[in-house]
């Protein structure tokens, strides 16, 4: 008995907590606040007690209280320690870690089901900002051309007037696009971390643990161990110890519920329609119907392109008068027309990331 308690467990259990808060300083905040929690609640289990008592022993000696019997007045010091306790605090930090990973899961995929939709609009808006800033030179010169053609009285005020409309709504189309991309991009939305059937799995999976974790930690009560080693100093210097192992037997129904706990935990994360399952699934669904208005709007402005490029070239072998002014016209509109094409395109290819689907070439 004299042997047990040569090894420094306190020392050890001060070792695992203090060690691991430096390993762990520099996690996110919520990781590092659970794991506080663990370290705290595990602290207090993997630790020894020191047990000091005063006893006077009845002078009939009709009652035993503790482990030695006596007479007169007695003094103990003891150890005592439950190797269960500090399992169970080890095991209690491990739900530290299923929990930090539980709430990184989350993050991940809350971060896309609350702003994927504005992710993918800020990949298609940066796409027709570059569209538009490699073609502004293009409106303004041709801007330019109808100002010099009504100086010349070629044009007339309402011919000028339909030209620097269409200019004008090519430079507040980029401005209004600059001003999006910037407020969305002041919102830091981040790209999808891989699919989103992984993130799902990884979540449940987590999920699944924290539950076993947390039901094999509670499993324990059932069981108590405890190992005691204490000396007596007077009047009489001598030493004893005790030995206990007990079990609760409520703690065979408590398997039975723990069972029936975690198998419902696992129904949860797959059909309950608050949990990550059921709420991707949703905006799954969600996204396909944006990227079909998508793709049928594309359609529409695939039909307006065509049409205005046959009308420009009819027109390129015309020699009728003012004809320039009317290709120029055509020109800006197909320049505004283009731009739309370039976001739609965008936003097909961006939010197809997320359904996982493979997207349609559009043409």
């Known amino acids: 008995m004299r042997q047990l308690f040569r090894v420094p467990v306190t020392a050890v259990a001060a070792f695992l907590l ?7 300083a520099e996690q996110p905040a919520y990781c590092r606040k659970v794991h506080a929690l663990a370290a705290s609640d595990a602290a207090l289990l993997m630790a020894p007690q020191v047990v000091v008592q005063g006893i006077r022993h009845p002078s009939s000696n ?15 010091t003891a150890l005592s320690f439950s190797p269960l306790d ?5 095991r209690v930090m491990r739900l530290g870690d299923a929990e930090c990973d539980l709430h990184e899961s989350s993050m991940s995929i809350e971060e896309i089901l609350d702003h994927g939709a504005g992710a993918a609009r800020l990949v298609a808006l ?13 409106w303004r010169a041709l ?17 000028l007037n339909e030209v620097r409309n269409h200019a004008d709504a090519l430079e507040r189309k980029l401005a209004h696009v600059r001003g999006e991309v910037a407020q969305l991009a002041a919102q830091r939305l981040g790209k999808p971390r891989g ?9 449940a999976r987590s999920a699944n643990r924290v539950a076993r974790e947390a039901s094999y930690v509670r499993s324990l009560d059932a069981w108590r161990v405890r190992v005691v080693s204490g000396v007596i100093p007077f009047p009489r210097s001598d030493w004893y110890g005790l030995a206990e192992v007990s079990f609760n037997i409520g703690g065979i129904a408590q398997s039975i519920h723990e069972d029936r706990h975690l198998g419902s935990r696992a129904d949860e994360l797959q059909h309950a ?7 991707l699934r949703r905006f799954r669904d969600q996204t396909r119907a944006a990227i079909e208005q998508a793709r049928n709007e594309v359609e529409a402005v695939e039909r307006e392109i065509s049409f205005i490029v046959k009308v420009r070239s009819v027109l390129e072998s015309s020699d009728a008068q003012g004809i320039a002014h009317t290709r120029d016209t055509l020109a800006l509109q197909q320049l505004s027309v283009d731009a739309e094409r370039v976001f739609l395109r965008a936003l097909i290819a961006a ?7 493979r997207p349609q070439a559009v043409e």
């Open 18 to 24: 203090l060690g691991r808060a430096d390993a762990l």
């Open 62 to 76: 009709a009652i035993d209280i503790g482990a030695t019997a006596g007479d007169g007045y007695q003094v103990r």
């Open 86 to 90: 500090f399992y169970k605090g080890l």
């Open 126 to 138: 940066r796409e027709q900002e570059a569209y538009l800033d490699a073609h502004d030179q293009e």
């Open 143 to 159: 801007m330019k051309k109808a100002e010099e053609r009504f100086s010349e009285r070629v044009i007339t005020l309402i011919d």
């Open 195 to 203: 699919s989103l059937s992984a993130q799902a799995a990884a979540y």
């Open 273 to 279: 329609s608050y949990e990550v399952n059921q709420r």
């Open 351 to 357: 939010l197809s990331t997320y359904t996982e689907d």
